[in-house]
């Protein structure tokens, strides 16, 4: 991938980024808010070196007023160059760091399926959400009934802003994954990608990246983002995924 490509399409995910909140604040700060607001995680910034620090300072206090967690999502090629230093010393705990991937949607990438033993289903109902959240605690996953609900909050009030895959084998849900679509985008995002451990290396999260990429090729999008773990970035390599930056959680928890 050229340097050009690469500046453009990190243009392009800045600008999906700036979109995901609510709008920016001081430093170009854009902050997702949970329901009732308690947590935050800031999605978009726009630093100098002179002004990090405090920005930073004011992003804390605001998160102890609120009384709930508050997430800097931090990209590798976000400025300053040490925004994660200062974001540490300033108290924040880091997270795993995760590749950004993108592949273009298109007749090319969406002929690498594969065909694994498997029927992936798109969700929308209750059953199918049950489904989801069986997989997540099976791989152990933290506060599945609460993803859940949050889940089926968004397929009620914006369903046409995520749709949630579930692939099953003989009626037994196994592999999973949602897709984001903004509003008026080029582009969505694959997320939440999971599968049952005794279901691994059998091509089920391969299917259902394929099912949620043929869903993004019939809504027009072009352009497929996704944050990927160190056991997930060879998968979706090997579909053509390339990598374009990083991106780190930094945590802070206020003091109770």
């Known amino acids: 991938m ?30 997702e808010l949970a329901a009732g607001g308690s947590e935050c995680r800031i999605v978009f910034s726009q630093l100098s070196a002179e002004d990090a620090d405090d920005v930073i300072g004011e992003e804390m206090a605001l998160a102890r007023e609120r009384g709930g967690t508050l997430e800097w999502k931090l990209y590798g090629h976000d400025a300053p160059a040490d925004l994660d230093r200062r974001l540490l010393a300033a108290g924040f705990a880091a997270d795993d760091r995760e590749q950004v991937l993108v592949l273009p949607v298109n007749e090319t990438t969406l002929a690498a399926s594969g065909a694994p033993d498997c029927v992936v289903r798109r969700v929308h109902d209750e059953a199918g959400l049950a ?6 605690r099976e791989i152990g996953r933290k506060n599945s009934d609460e993803e859940q609900r949050r889940l089926a909050a968004v397929l009620l009030e914006a369903p046409g802003t995520m749709s949630v895959h579930v692939a099953y084998v003989d009626g037994e849900p196994v592999s999973c994954g949602r897709i984001y679509f903004r509003e008026g985008g080029a582009h969505a ?53 390339q990598v374009v930056t990083s991106t780190q959680p930094f945590l802070y928890e206020p003091v109770s």
């Open 189 to 241: 995002e694959l997320a939440g990608g999971r599968t049952k451990t005794a279901y691994r290396n059998r091509g089920l999260f391969g299917a259902v990246v394929a099912a949620r990429l043929t869903e993004a090729h019939e809504r027009g999008r072009t352009l497929v983002f996704t944050d990927a773990l160190p056991t997930s970035e060879p998968i979706l390599r090997k579909r053509g995924f």
């Open 131 to 136: 489904d989801y959240a069986e997989i997540a």
């Open 2 to 31: 050229s340097q050009s490509v690469n500046a453009e399409i990190l243009a392009e995910l800045d600008a999906e980024r700036r979109a995901l909140g609510e709008p920016a604040g001081r430093g170009g700060v854009v902050r």
